[in-house]
């Protein structure tokens, strides 16, 4: 089954508006949490991450908050931008995995318009 | 400083034609490398990885294969492409140890026509 659910979009915004992307996840213990960022004609790039139950990842106004309770890191940003429109991927690696093993969310594309 | 090199970025090539996708890695030795594959509308899947030279994992059966004939250099092959192999191919690297970090390169667009 699958890993990591994102919600689907696309996620169309005005520019200035609130973002939230819900993520939640499966796995036992604590895996590592990210999220990465994949601007149009480009790779991935990371965007935060979080080790840690309650740690919060913080980047370029984005911010995520590892909940183990609900087993869930969601993306949030304040105030977006237009050159925030991308795809945004929640990933994760099992804490048992020693290969290291990136499992993707199916991503969720943003789209701000200004 | 690290850095990763994928090419080429696009390739559009005909159903039964051989692939060769090649990425290395700049700055670090030893590192774990992994393809992975977008395809249309869908999310990334994990097609191999490799802990060290002439160590490859396959995570899904398909059509492709992965080489690792030095430390720094991942390639993705097929013998004959099919048109479900069309998507965006992507190169990535990591510290051995780290669970996190991950660097990807830019990409390769394939298109199996």
């Known amino acids: 089954g699958n890993s990591v659910t994102q919600m689907e979009g696309p996620v169309t915004l005005s520019e200035e508006a609130f973002l939230t992307i819900n993520c939640t996840y499966t796995?036992?213990?604590?895996?590592?949490l990210f999220w990465y960022v994949q601007y149009p004609g480009e790779g991935l790039q990371l965007l935060l991450k979080a080790t840690k139950a309650d740690d919060k990842g913080s980047n370029k106004g984005f911010e995520a908050t590892y909940r183990k309770e609900t087993t869930s890191f969601h993306l949030e940003k304040g105030s977006v931008q237009v050159s925030d429109s991308a795809v945004y991927f929640c990933?994760?690696?099992?804490?048992?995995?020693?290969?290291?093993?990136?499992?993707f969310g199916a991503g969720t594309q943003v789209v701000v318009t200004p | 400083s690290q850095t990763i090199h994928q090419w080429p970025a696009t390739l559009v090539q005909p159903v039964g034609s051989p692939l060769s996708l090649e990425c290395t890695v700049e700055g670090t030795s030893n590192p774990n490398l992994y393809w992975y594959r977008q395809a249309a509308g869908r999310g990334l899947q994990l097609l191999f990885y490799?802990?060290?030279?002439?160590?490859i994992s396959s995570e899904v059966p398909q059509n492709l294969s992965a080489s690792r004939p030095q430390d720094r250099q991942f390639i993705l092959s097929s013998k004959k492409l099919l048109l479900s192999d069309s998507g965006f191919y992507l190169c990535?690297?990591?510290?051995?140890?780290?669970?996190?970090?991950?660097?990807f390169g830019s990409g390769t667009r394939l298109t199996v026509v």
């Open positions: 990933a994760l690696v099992r804490s048992t995995d020693s290969w290291g093993k990136l499992q």
């Open positions: 796995a036992t213990g604590y895996p590592s």
């Open positions: 990535a690297w990591r510290i051995q140890g780290k669970f996190y970090g991950y660097t």
């Open positions: 490799s802990v060290g030279i002439g160590q």
